[in-house]
């Protein structure tokens, strides 16, 4: 079955940068999304179609993607981004959507 | 504003099926795809599937394909989601998510999430 492969866990202190993997093969033909889940709440989309944000999303966070890896980037991280984070795609045929097991940020 | 609206929690034991809505609002609910993921306690997201509302195909995910049906109804807007021969590996919360833009890999709107209990 197809994966995304994601780091359990990032930590960062306050005002640095965090940036949060996501690799597949199929990632150099398909889109990725990220979104963004506290405790108890729904996720939230904070990139779409690798580093596009949606309105309401600070510019302090950022995707990009090179090749088979896609990387989300926070910059200047607060206490308030600290959240589990998960990557999302398609396979290469499109057919199915796939999550990666997602990445708990801690901000420290 | 988009709204997404779930049903309410639900219990039922081994072996039954759940039925869960999503009632939508503030949009053109035939333009954009619906999607279903589910989250099991202290777990990742799981996606389910996906129906096109305007009409009604839909794909699912293969480890549930056999037990699960999506529907919708466009006079009231809302989607259905029916999984059976539930298992306690089944217990999660169920979230519908529209998707963004008409991209049907974007989840940019998020229902409140359903739990869903399965216990002997």
């Known amino acids: 079955s197809y994966e995304l492969t994601q780091p359990p866990s990032v930590s960062v202190s306050p005002g640095q940068t965090a940036r949060i993997t996501c690799s597949a093969d199929a990632l150099a033909k398909q889109y990725a999304y990220w979104y963004q889940q506290k405790p108890g709440q729904a996720p939230v989309m904070v990139i779409y179609?690798?580093?596009e944000r949606p309105s309401g999303i600070p510019e302090r966070i950022s995707g990009s993607s090179s090749g088979t890896t896609v990387t989300l980037t926070i910059s200047g991280v607060q206490a308030e981004d600290e959240a589990d984070y998960y990557c999302q795609s398609a396979d290469s045929s499109g057919t199915y959507v796939v999550f990666g097991g997602g990445t708990k940020l801690t901000v420290l | 504003q988009v709204q997404l609206v779930q049903s309410g929690a639900e219990v039922k034991k081994p072996g039954a099926s759940v039925k869960l809505s999503c009632e939508a609002s503030?949009?053109?609910?035939?333009?954009?795809?619906m999607h279903w993921v589910r989250q099991a306690p202290g777990q990742g997201l799981e996606w389910m599937g996906v129906?096109?509302?305007?009409?009604?195909?839909?794909s699912y995910a293969q480890q549930f394909q056999g037990r699960i049906t999506m529907t919708r109804d466009t006079s009231t807007s809302t989607v259905n989601m029916e999984l059976s021969s539930l298992r306690s590996e089944d217990t999660a919360v169920y979230y519908c998510a529209r998707d963004h833009t008409g991209d049907v890999y974007e989840l940019g709107y998020w229902g409140q999430g359903t739990l869903v209990t399965v216990s002997s």
């Open positions: 503030g949009y053109t609910f035939t333009n954009y795809y």
């Open positions: 129906i096109n509302p305007s009409g009604g195909s839909t």
């Open positions: 179609r690798d580093s």
